[in-house]
């Protein structure tokens, strides 16, 4: 089988290292971390022929590229633009959620003529606050907040259309949930669904959850104590919402990534996501036992295999290493961390530049994964590699996977 992955980041490395197991790959417009297991070309997918196309960030899909290639009778794995919507916008998300009796957070939106009763309600509730803006922000549109005074600041902000390149002007204001988070990602045909193992991801900044929401400096998986069947993950969240898709006419096809938030009243969607986590992917896809590019293809077709996969029979854990210097700094290391055991380095934000690695921007540049028999190995491969790889202005977070390696290790 060919396959064409639409991408360039850690996730599509992920992706394409799983598929090329069992098809021929290409990737668009992929990176030099790819190339080393794939064809890369700058070919636009649309010019390009196979017999599947595995489309990876969420802006082409909600651009419509799923929609396109499928009039052209291709075989795509990826929702069309009215479905890639759950991620477009936060607002029709919630107001779908609602319809297909989903639970979630309680939540009011507010368009840009309506500053004024922002502000009202947050100033008649008490905090924390936590404010989204409505379109696409690379995961960084959300403000969580303990000071009305800032929530209010961030609600003005965000209507004016001044913030994430203008990702949208209108908010989301939702009552605060607590508890762990968890992201399961599942492979739809439109009408049923797989699920894949569950994975944690860490999105802020900063060691202990600190600092401000990135895309995620790191995952593992799987997450000890969590059982997605005995919480009916699927049931409550995966198929309902499928249900009520379908019944708009929309024929979802492709990954329905679940945010959860494991409230002490049972679980709770923070968010959906219209394609493969990054970096959730590389701790699931890569570790997933038989043919990972069939698996797809059945989905894409409507008529999902679920036999076609196992769950991994180990652990893994994703460390980003991200860079807060300009793009172009020149990277060292990633050969000797690839060739330790376990380990695989995925490429989110690099290319090549005269022979050298060099970062094609600031922000994550490497999702480093180690796997092991345990977290607590898989953790001590990732970090070992980590320790191998220098970047301008490179930093990381120390506290991956700790407490769930130290949990299973009976540490603590
Ligand atoms: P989102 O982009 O919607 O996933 O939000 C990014 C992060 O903000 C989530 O992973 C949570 O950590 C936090 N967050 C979002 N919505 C809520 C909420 N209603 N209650 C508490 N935390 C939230
Ligand atoms: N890791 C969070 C995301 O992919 O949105």
Same mark, same amino acid.
């Given at each position: 089988m060919k396959v064409v992955v639409v991408g360039s980041g850690a996730r599509e490395h992920a992706l394409t290292h799983a598929l090329a197991r069992t098809a021929d790959v290409v990737c668009?417009?992929?990176?030099?971390?790819?190339?080393?297991?794939?064809?890369? #070309?700058?070919?636009?997918?649309?010019?390009?022929?196979?017999?599947?196309?595995?489309? =990876?960030?969420?802006?082409?899909? &909600?651009?419509?590229?799923?929609?396109?290639?499928? !009039?052209?009778?291709?075989?795509?794995?990826?929702? =069309?633009?009215?479905?890639?919507?759950?991620?477009?916008?936060?607002?029709?998300?919630?107001?779908?959620?609602? !319809? $297909?009796?989903?639970? #979630? $957070?309680?939540?009011?939106?507010?368009?840009?003529?309506?500053?004024? $009763?922002?502000?009202?309600?947050?100033?008649?509730?008490d905090g924390p606050y936590v404010i989204k803006t409505d379109g696409l922000a690379a995961g960084k549109g959300v403000l969580v907040t303990e000071s009305a005074d800032e929530a209010i600041a961030d609600v003005r902000d965000k209507l004016s259309g001044a913030s994430f390149a203008g990702a949208g002007t209108t908010v989301v204001i939702e009552e605060c949930m607590v508890g762990s988070e968890l992201s399961v990602?599942?492979?739809?045909? =439109?009408? /049923?669904?797989?699920?894949?193992? !569950?994975?944690?991801?860490?999105?802020?900044?900063?060691?202990?959850?600190?600092?401000?929401?990135?895309?995620?400096?790191?995952?593992? /998986?799987?997450?000890?104590?969590?059982?997605?069947?005995?919480?009916?993950?699927?049931?409550?969240?995966?198929?309902? #919402?499928?249900?009520?898709?379908?019944?708009?006419?929309?024929?979802?096809?492709?990954?329905?990534?679940?945010?959860?938030?494991?409230?002490? /009243?049972?679980?709770?969607? &923070?968010?959906?996501? &219209?394609?493969?986590?990054?970096?959730?992917?590389?701790?699931? &896809?890569?570790?997933?036992?038989?043919?990972?590019?069939?698996?797809?293809?059945? !989905?894409?077709?409507?008529?999902?295999?679920?036999?076609?996969? /196992?769950?991994?029979p180990d652990a893994a854990v994703t460390v980003m290493i991200a860079s807060d210097a300009p793009a172009g700094g020149v990277v060292v290391g990633v050969e000797n961390a690839n060739a330790l055991e376990g380990v695989n380095v995925f490429h989110a934000r690099t290319t090549a530049d005269k022979g050298a690695l060099v970062t094609s921007a600031g922000g994550r540049v490497l999702a480093v994964t180690g796997r092991g028999t345990t977290l607590a190995e898989a953790r001590e491969r990732a970090y070992a590699a980590v320790t191998q790889i220098d970047l301008p202005g490179g930093y990381y977070r120390k506290d991956i996977a700790a407490n769930a390696a130290a949990i299973t290790e009976g540490t603590i």
């Open positions: 668009t417009p992929g990176s030099p971390g790819i190339a080393a297991v794939a064809t890369c #070309t700058d070919d636009d997918p649309e010019k390009l022929d196979a017999d599947l196309f595995v489309i =990876g960030p969420e802006a082409p899909l &909600v651009d419509g590229l799923a929609d396109r290639l499928r !009039a052209q009778g291709k075989r795509v794995f990826g929702p =069309g633009a009215r479905g890639a919507l759950l991620e477009g916008s936060k607002a029709y998300m919630k107001q779908v959620v609602r !319809a $297909a009796g989903v639970p #979630t $957070a309680a939540f009011h939106t507010f368009g840009a003529h309506e500053v004024d $009763a922002a502000v009202a309600l947050i100033n008649s509730t990602l599942a492979v739809c045909d =439109g009408e /049923s669904y797989v699920l894949l193992p !569950a994975a944690q991801d860490f999105k802020r900044m900063h060691d202990n959850d600190q600092g401000p929401n990135t895309g995620g400096m790191g995952a593992y /998986s799987p997450v000890p104590g969590v059982d997605v069947d005995a919480l009916a993950i699927g049931p409550t969240f995966i198929q309902p #919402t499928l249900d009520y898709l379908r019944g708009q006419g929309i024929d979802y096809r492709g990954v329905l990534y679940a945010g959860l938030m494991l409230t002490p /009243s049972g679980p709770r969607l &923070v968010e959906f996501n &219209v394609r493969f986590g990054d970096p959730e992917c590389e701790v699931v &896809v890569p570790g997933l036992q038989g043919d990972v590019a069939a698996l797809l293809a059945s !989905a894409a077709d409507g008529a999902l295999d679920s036999s076609l996969v /196992s769950p991994a």
